[in-house]
C-alpha cells in the first residue's frame, strides 16, 4: 500500500523560506512520477513542481526561480524549497505520485492533478504580508 506523508509545513511572513517534505513507502514500481500540488481556498487544486525517476524536474511559471523540488532516495522523501514567498503562495499543499504518468512520458508540473493514483493528506502553507 502506498502512502505519502507530508510535513514542514506552516507559517511565514513574506519573503520567508519553508521546506516541505513528502515520506514515501509502499510504492514499489521501478519508476515514477513526483510532484507538488497546492489548493487555495476557492480555486482549483494546481501542479508546483514535478520531478521523474530519470531526474527531470519541472514547475509552475508562478514559483520558477523560487521553489526547487527534489528526493532523497536513500530515505524515499521527496522535499519541496520555497523560498521568496509570497502571500499567493498560501495554500494546502499535496504531494503525489503516479506510475502510468512516469511510463507515458508526460511528468510536468502542468499534467493535471486527476493523472495523479496517490495522494498525501495535504499540509498548510500560510504566508502573511
Known amino acids: 500500500q502506498v502512502q505519502l506523508v507530508e510535513s514542514g509545513g506552516g507559517s511565514v511572513q513574506a519573503g520567508g523560506s519553508l521546506r516541505l517534505s513528502c515520506e514515501v513507502s509502499g510504492y514499489s514500481y521501478n519508476g515514477y512520477c513526483m510532484a507538488w500540488f497546492r489548493q487555495a481556498p476557492g480555486k482549483e487544486r494546481e501542479g508546483v513542481a514535478a520531478?521523474?525517476?530519470?531526474?527531470?524536474?519541472t514547475y509552475a511559471e508562478s514559483v520558477k526561480g523560487r521553489f526547487a523540488i527534489s528526493q532523497d532516495n536513500a530515505k524515499n522523501i521527496l522535499y519541496l524549497q520555497m523560498n521568496s514567498l509570497k502571500p499567493e503562495d498560501t495554500a494546502l499543499y499535496y504531494c503525489?505520485?503516479?506510475?502510468?504518468?512516469?511510463?507515458?512520458?508526460?511528468?510536468?508540473?502542468?499534467?493535471?492533478?486527476?493523472?495523479?493514483?496517490?495522494w498525501g493528506q495535504g499540509i498548510q502553507v500560510t504566508v502573511s504580508s
Open positions: 503525489a505520485a503516479d506510475f502510468t504518468v512516469w511510463d507515458g512520458g508526460y511528468c510536468y508540473s502542468w499534467v493535471p492533478s486527476n493523472q495523479f493514483e496517490y
Open positions: 520531478l521523474d525517476s530519470d531526474g527531470h524536474t
